[in-house]
Structures are given as C-alpha cells and as structure tokens.
C-alpha cells in the first residue's frame, strides 16, 4: 500500500512549475516569461545581448533560488525550468538560446547530471547549426560523488560560478574568458551536503524516510543516496566533520597547503526545509570552524536558499579557494544585484562578523559530386530514411522484449513514436536544400517528439553530423561523411560517459565509426557494429538502467543491450538500403 500523498500548496502537480514561474515574473518586474517553453529571462534582454556574452542556466525545478531566481543585471539572462527535478527539453533550451542570442556569445551553465548536460548539450549543438555562437560549462563539485563514473554531481557551488562569470560578463568578458573562469572556479571549490530526511515531491504517492534519529552525509538534490548514514550529532560536531572531508586532500579537490595561508569562501546553502533558528546554528559553526584553522583566511560568507531541494531538512557547505592572483573574484561576489536568488548586500568578510552556420550541398553517399542532383539527393534520402522506418518496426517487439526484461521497458514505445513522427514528416525532412539541413531537421522532429535518454543521444550526434558535413571541404562524398561521422562521435563523448564495454548503444556506434575509418569499408563498420552489439550481451552493465541490476540477472538473461540491438539494425538498414561496398 502506498502511503499518502504530501500535503502541498498548489493548484496540481502538473501545473505547479508553470504557476511557481508565473507567480515569480508578477513579483518581479524584471522578469519576463516564454510560457509554453517555461523559460524565464531579463526583460532588457536586448539591451543585455547587445553589450555582452549572454548567460544561460537551468534544469529542474524544486532548486529555487537556482536559477529563476538568478536572471537580473549580472547574473543570468535567462533559465530554462524543467518539471520538478526533471531536465528540460532541448527545444525549451533552443529557445532560450534563441532569445538571448549575443553576437558576443552564450554561455550555458549546466550541473552535471545525465539528462541537463545531454538536453542542453544538444541544443547548444542546435544552436550551432543555428548561427548561434554558444558554449557549454558543467559544474562538478560535489564530494560525495566525486569517484563516480560520471563524474562529480552540481551542487550549490553552481552559484558561485554564476556570480563571478556574470559580473566578468558584464565587465565585457568574452565567451572563451568566461569559460576559461568558469572552469577555474569549478577546480577550486567543492561542496558536501547533509540531510535529516527526503524531501517529499509534489504529486509523489510515496515518501521514503530516513530513520528517527538518522542524517545521511553527502545526499544529493534529488534524494540520492549520499556516502554514509550517520546517527544524529551537535551541529559543531557535524560541521566539523563536513570541513574536514572538505580539506582532506583524500576526499577533496581542494588545494590548501599547510605551509601558506590559502584565502577562502564560505557558502553556507539551506536546503530549503530548515528553519532560520537552526540554519543560523550551521552558518555559526561553520565560519567558526574555518576559523580554527589557521592556514584558512576566510575572505567571505554566502549563507541562503541558492540551490535547495524542496522541503529538504539539510543543508551543504561549499568552499571556493582564491588563488593569489584572483582577488578579482571577491570583487565580483561582492557585486550588487537585484535578483530573487541572491542575496542583496554584498557578502561579509568573517572579520565584519566577528570582529575582525555555413551551408554545404552534400550528395548521396552513392553519388559521386558530379552525378548527383538535388531531386537525386531527395530520393536517396527518402528511400535511406524509409528503409530504417520499416526496419524499426519489425524490431519493435524484440526491442521491447530485451528492454523490458532488462531495462524500463520504453524503448520500442519510444522508436515507433520516432518512425511515425519521421513518417509525418518525411517531406519537411527530404526536401531541404542540403543533406546537412535534412539531418538538423530529422534531430528536431526526434526532439520535439521523443523523449528520453536515447532520443537525446541520437539528436545530439546528429545535430553534430549536420554540423561537422555543413563544414566539410570539397572531398568525395564518403570521405566527407566517414570524418563527419567521426566528428559527431567526438562530439557526443563529451556527453554522456559510456564507451565500448559498457553494454550500452555505444557498444555498437564506437565500432562502427572507427572501423568506418579505418577500413574504409562501409560492410565491415556494420559487421564491426553488430559484432559491438552481440559483445553486450556478455557484459556486466556499467551505465544506464541495466546498472541497477545485478550481474548475474544480466547474463542469465543472454540478452544484448536493446539501445545496442537497435542502433545496429539501423545501421544494416542504411547498408541495404544504399547498397554500399557491393
């Protein structure tokens, strides 16, 4: 039986993010709102664009004050909200990337969770195909999942990294400084957090809790699980404990020597469901913990709701070090703003507290650049792309069957939803000037129809397909498609983690492309991607759903990965189709 729904204040859960952003743009006047894409963003955003690098964050909601509550004059120009601790698409993102364009630049500030840097990776690679001169920085500096695979989580030190690019941004920063900060800021800082319990999401029927007299250190923004269940302790005694693992070169990035005195901040963030008595608690033996040490020299205190997990009991603590050279940095905290999300006077020192896109007409792969026509280039593309439709639905059994047993089970759902969508739209896809723009219009059709992890996969390595073809120099055609391949691999592996081995769909991409290239046989790449696929089968699963199992449930089951299975039968469905190598 499940237990009760918690008790909330709003209309519906389906319409609770949409009526949060409606209500913060009538409290603010410097807001405005892109409603049916629930992008919030400054109201002189064309003043902004004009006079600066542009700044883009977001993700899912339940985080307020990020990031809605950070657009304003040197902070963000727009964030983009997803559903309740859900990312937003890559079409809600294009179109904050699309009304905030700068011919300075964009810069997207993401936190590194799978569905946010997939989205909105995707569509900064739209917006490039676009014109729009974009680029991606994700924030890594939670210490509790520093050894995972993909890498640290975003935590409340995101923040931080907003602040300073947006006043270096409005200093008149370029795009490449920006991120070239970004970046510092993020290798100098972490972030540990704590909580008393779960928060509870709105519309959920169920509510898992810790035990009476438990706290878990290192839980995550989303109720993931954090390093170590621990029984409750004085607040002095915990803080404690937090900034030593934030100092313990064994658990932490951070750089402070003990035989120079290293200048720090202190960010003391609420989760959102502990009260002021008790979070002023926190706040005071944090500050004087950094004070017991005597080779920190703590420049600055941040204490507030900056990135909060709903009603969450808990709280993180975030150091930022400042190299010799970076004072600059203290500077641009300290910077005023008039935002929703941060604080209005500038941070305190500890001594105040204590006293002291070019086009390229591509031709069929079966043409050489002298044979082939536009009509030609139409009918090849029509026959590639129905071929594939045919072929989706005669696997979608087998593709929901292997998912199913081994996975969520949409898989096969999620192709036929592709096929018709592609199958509707086949005329707005094949008769473009160009191939490089059919295949941006094929990704946004996937997009606007298709969710989940693989349709962001496949969109973003076809948005970099488009992209890399659009850019090739006179070659013969399969030359040109092979690097273009090649490329829009590259491109992928910034964004998701998986490689060969780790019986996922990448098991059968990576071969195919880099046995494209180096045998130049088209056959042999679709070989080596079905040899890819059937490899899944006898490994233990490291990413995506099937991780959750155990192993052994893996190989009894003598199944091949189903994003794997699917991605070949595609492939062998362009082999048939256009005949190459025979």
Avoid at 68 to 91: E, K, M, Q, R
Avoid at 124 to 138: M, Q, S, T
Avoid at 155 to 184: F, N, P, R, W, Y
Wanted: net charge negative; glycine share 8%.
């Amino acid at each position: 039986m499940t237990k009760p729904q918690g008790k909330h204040f709003m209309n519906a859960s389906a319409t609770i993010v949409q009526d949060s952003l409606q209500g913060l743009c009538y409290a603010r006047p410097h807001l405005k709102l892109l409603a049916d894409k629930r992008v919030v963003y400054a109201a002189n955003v064309d003043q902004v664009a004009k006079a600066q690098v542009t700044l883009i964050s977001g993700g899912g909601s339940g985080h307020e004050g990020a990031f809605a509550g950070f657009v304003g004059d040197g902070l963000l120009t727009a964030a983009v909200c997803g559903g309740v601790f859900a990312s937003p698409s890559a079409s809600q993102v294009l179109a904050a990337l699309e009304r905030v364009q700068s011919p300075n630049g964009v810069l997207v500030v993401v936190m590194n969770y799978t569905g946010d840097c997939l989205h909105f990776g995707l569509a900064v690679e739209r917006a490039k195909a676009k014109g729009i001169r974009a680029k991606l920085l994700v924030v890594k500096d939670d210490l509790a999942s520093r050894n995972t695979r993909v890498g640290s989580r975003g935590m409340a030190a995101t923040a931080m990294v907003i602040k300073i690019c947006g006043a270096m941004a409005a200093q008149g920063a370029s795009l490449d400084e920006l991120v070239h900060v970004g970046q510092e800021i993020m290798n100098h800082s972490a972030t540990l957090g704590v909580a008393l319990d779960h928060c509870h999401v709105p519309g959920s029927s169920s509510h898992v809790t810790l035990a009476p007299g438990e706290m878990e250190l290192g839980m995550g923004i989303h109720n993931e699980a954090g390093i170590q269940k621990l029984p409750w302790m004085p607040a002095k005694n915990l803080v404690d404990l937090m900034v030593d693992r934030l100092l313990c070169p064994e658990t932490s990035n951070l750089v402070a020597p003990e035989d120079k005195v290293t200048k720090v901040v202190l960010m003391v963030n609420n989760y959102g469901g502990t009260p002021l008595l008790e979070f002023n608690v926190i706040i005071k033996e944090a500050v004087e913990a950094i004070h017991r040490i005597p080779r920190l020299q703590l420049e600055r205190v941040l204490p507030g709701c900056f990135v909060t997990s709903l009603n969450m009991p808990g709280f993180s603590l975030s150091l930022l070090t400042i190299p010799d050279d970076k004072d600059a940095w203290l500077d641009d905290l300290d910077s005023p703003v008039q935002v929703s999300g941060w604080p209005r006077l500038p941070s305190f020192g500890s001594m105040a507290i204590l006293g002291t896109q070019p086009t390229f007409c591509l031709t069929p792969l079966m043409a050489s650049q002298d044979q082939a026509s536009v009509s030609g280039t139409h009918d090849v593309l029509e026959k590639v792309l129905r071929t594939i439709l045919t072929q989706l639905k005669a696997i979608e059994p087998t593709v929901t069957s292997y998912d199913t047993v081994l996975g969520d089970g949409d898989l096969g759902a999620s192709l036929l939803q592709a096929a018709d969508a592609i199958e509707k739209n086949m005329a707005k896809i094949t008769q473009k000037a160009n191939v490089s723009d059919a295949l941006l219009s094929l990704a946004d059709i996937i997009d606007h129809h298709v969710g989940g992890t693989a349709s962001a996969i496949y969109c973003i390595y076809l948005n970099a397909l488009a992209n890399a073809l659009a850019e090739q120099p006179e070659q013969s055609a399969v030359t040109s498609w092979m690097d273009a391949c090649a490329s829009a691999l590259t491109t992928l592996e910034k964004y998701t983690q998986a490689r060969v081995g780790d019986r996922t769909m990448m098991d059968t991409l990576i071969p195919f492309v880099t046995t494209w290239q180096k045998t130049k046989s088209f056959e042999n790449a679709v070989t080596a991607a079905q040899q890819g696929m059937f490899a899944t089968i006898k490994q233990k699963p490291a990413l995506g759903r099937t991780a959750y199992l155990s192993e052994d449930t893996v190989l009894k089951a003598n199944m091949p990965d189903a994003g794997a299975f699917a991605l070949s039968s595609i492939l062998d469905a362009i082999h048939s189709s256009l005949g190459l190598d025979e």
